[in-house]
């Protein structure tokens, strides 16, 4: 990857001579170990959701058999334990990508949640009628549809960014967009549909530049890459915990603590208070004021394992991996007649969307399961990117830390059937 692009920046403290051993990594994933219509499973459909190590699996069993209990609220032994451990993942957190501080590391449910709550809390505050917010035309629906809903209702308008035919990032046109009317840029780290990774760290200046806030949508980024909060100088940054071979339930919204604590609660309930009475009530800090209720306790364990297993394999090992599997399946899948990659950009991730001449993405994706292959088909909650395609769908392989070039023949051999199939 680029360096420009600021993945694969930071080392997190790893131990740079790490082999990388993808054989002893499989072994990690149980989940992996099986056959699918009598065929070995290939899992390629980890941008929709990634496989849990071993490690992840018995952390969140390990606290539910010796520590669980409810977190912040109780005296005894076990609900000391078990806000220690909640509360260590978010140190976690902070320590893995760099932020100034573990006030900054909210725990969501997930991106989808993450981006709702600063399109609540500090949209509907610091946002007004005629106010801009900038996105990219390759954004997920969960960052564009709050922000449609911020401008139903109080007026902001929305600017686009276009993408060229290779699915590269247009930051000429980026840069035009800008004005002083912008007041929020929210941008996609890394394209779930196409793989285009995005000068983010030029994006987020340009922003400031424009005395702009920028989001950023990192959902598909951080299980490729280290991201350094306080590099990017972002102000807020999301992603979820199951895309990052952590559990489903639990993501982050990382914000510059004093934007934190400038924004009102997205929610009210227990937990996010610090005295009510019926007259009046005051509010926790950042990161508590953001998070009511009972959280997700185990899940925040198994996010905190998830980030253990990944620094101590090496972000960067993983990225250099990635690209290996990226390149080569670019160039077996360039060779099977009547494929066609959708997204070609310069700086890309390890996911490729594909279509192929006179046959249905669907048709694929069912096709190729027969051979035990997943791949995720359809639109990848990324309409606009079809639809500036002209397609309807795509298939699209999606790599990991597990994945292998020998997965990557047995994708290719499956796609010959399908070719057969239709000829
Ligand atoms: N943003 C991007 C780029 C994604 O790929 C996804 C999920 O596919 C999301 C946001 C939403 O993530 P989640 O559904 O985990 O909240």
């Given at each position: 990857?680029n360096?420009?692009?600021?993945?694969?920046?930071?080392?997190h403290?790893?131990?740079?001579t790490?082999?990388?051993?993808?054989?002893?990594?499989?072994?990690?994933?149980?989940?992996l170990?099986?056959?699918?219509?009598?065929?070995?499973?290939v899992?390629?459909?980890?941008?929709?959701?990634?496989?849990k190590p071993?490690q992840v699996?018995?952390?969140?069993?390990?606290?539910?058999?010796?520590?669980?209990?409810?977190?912040?609220?109780?005296?005894?032994?076990?609900?000391?334990?078990?806000?220690?451990?909640?509360?260590?993942?978010?140190?976690?957190?902070?320590?893995?990508?760099?932020?100034?501080?573990?006030?900054?590391?909210?725990f969501?449910?997930?991106?989808?949640?993450?981006?709702?709550?600063?399109?609540?809390?500090?949209?509907?505050?610091?946002?007004?009628?005629?106010?801009?917010?900038?996105?990219?035309?390759?954004?997920?629906?969960?960052?564009i549809?709050?922000w449609q809903?911020?401008?139903?209702?109080?007026?902001?308008?929305?600017?686009?960014?276009?993408?060229?035919?290779?699915?590269?990032?247009?930051?000429?046109?980026y840069?035009?967009?800008l004005?002083?009317?912008?007041?929020?840029?929210?941008?996609?780290?890394?394209?779930?549909?196409?793989?285009?990774?995005?000068?983010?760290?030029?994006?987020?200046?340009?922003?400031?530049?424009?005395?702009?806030?920028?989001?950023v949508?990192?959902?598909?980024?951080?299980?490729?890459?280290?991201?350094?909060?306080?590099?990017?100088?972002?102000?807020?940054?999301?992603?979820?915990?199951?895309?990052?071979?952590g559990?489903?339930?639990?993501?982050?919204?990382?914000?510059?603590e004093?934007?934190?604590?400038?924004?009102?609660p997205?929610?009210?309930?227990?937990?996010?208070?610090?005295s009510?009475?019926?007259e009046?009530?005051?509010?926790?800090?950042?990161?508590?004021?953001?998070?009511?209720?009972?959280?997700?306790?185990?899940?925040?364990?198994?996010?905190?394992?998830?980030l253990?297993?990944?620094?101590?394999?090496?972000?960067?090992?993983?990225?250099?991996?990635?690209?290996?599997?990226?390149?080569?399946?670019?160039?077996?899948?360039?060779?099977?007649?009547?494929?066609k990659?959708?997204?070609?950009?310069?700086?890309?991730?390890?996911?490729?969307?594909?279509?192929?001449?006179?046959?249905?993405?669907?048709?694929?994706?069912?096709?190729?399961?027969?051979?035990?292959?997943?791949?995720?088909?359809?639109?990848?909650?990324?309409?606009?990117?079809?639809?500036?395609f002209?397609?309807?769908?795509?298939?699209?392989?999606?790599?990991?830390?597990?994945?292998?070039?020998?997965?990557?023949?047995?994708?290719?051999?499956?796609?010959?059937?399908?070719?057969?199939?239709?000829?």
């Amino acid at each position: 990857m680029n360096k420009d692009t600021n993945v694969v920046e930071i080392r997190h403290g790893v131990n740079s001579t790490t082999t990388f051993d993808v054989e002893r990594i499989r072994a990690d994933f149980p989940i992996l170990d099986q056959s699918v219509y009598g065929k070995p499973l290939v899992y390629f459909d980890n941008g929709a959701s990634a496989q849990k190590p071993r490690q992840v699996i018995d952390a969140m069993n390990d606290i539910m058999e010796t520590n669980y209990s409810n977190v912040h609220r109780g005296v005894h032994a076990l609900s000391q334990r078990s806000t220690e451990a909640y509360e260590a993942v978010r140190g976690k957190v902070a320590r893995f990508f760099n932020a100034a501080s573990e006030n900054e590391i909210v725990f969501c449910r997930g991106g989808t949640e993450a981006i709702n709550v600063v399109a609540y809390a500090y949209g509907r505050k610091f946002l007004s009628a005629g106010d801009e917010i900038v996105i990219s035309h390759m954004e997920h629906h969960s960052n564009i549809v709050p922000w449609q809903m911020l401008r139903d209702e109080i007026g902001i308008v929305l600017r686009v960014v276009p993408i060229d035919d290779d699915g590269n990032f247009l930051l000429d046109d980026y840069a035009k967009l800008l004005s002083d009317k912008t007041k929020l840029v929210a941008m996609t780290h890394v394209s779930n549909a196409l793989g285009t990774i995005v000068p983010i760290a030029e994006v987020i200046r340009l922003a400031h530049d424009h005395g702009a806030r920028a989001l950023v949508d990192g959902c598909q980024a951080v299980q490729h890459g280290a991201v350094d909060m306080q590099a990017l100088d972002v102000d807020f940054y999301v992603f979820s915990s199951h895309k990052l071979y952590g559990p489903t339930g639990i993501g982050v919204l990382y914000g510059k603590e004093e934007l934190l604590n400038s924004m009102p609660p997205f929610m009210g309930g227990g937990d996010m208070i610090t005295s009510v009475s019926f007259e009046k009530t005051e509010f926790q800090q950042a990161p508590l004021r953001f998070e009511a209720g009972t959280p997700s306790i185990v899940e925040a364990i198994g996010m905190g394992a998830a980030l253990d297993y990944l620094d101590a394999i090496g972000v960067d090992n993983i990225s250099a991996h990635e690209e290996g599997i990226l390149d080569y399946a670019t160039e077996r899948l360039s060779q099977v007649e009547g494929l066609k990659i959708i997204g070609q950009a310069s700086d890309k991730a390890a996911i490729i969307s594909f279509i192929m001449d006179g046959v249905h993405a669907h048709d694929i994706g069912t096709i190729i399961d027969r051979a035990g292959v997943a791949v995720r088909v359809g639109h990848h909650c990324a309409q606009p990117v079809m639809e500036r395609f002209g397609i309807a769908a795509t298939a699209r392989a999606s790599f990991g830390l597990y994945n292998t070039p020998a997965e990557v023949d047995t994708l290719v051999e499956a796609l010959g059937a399908v070719r057969e199939f239709f000829d």
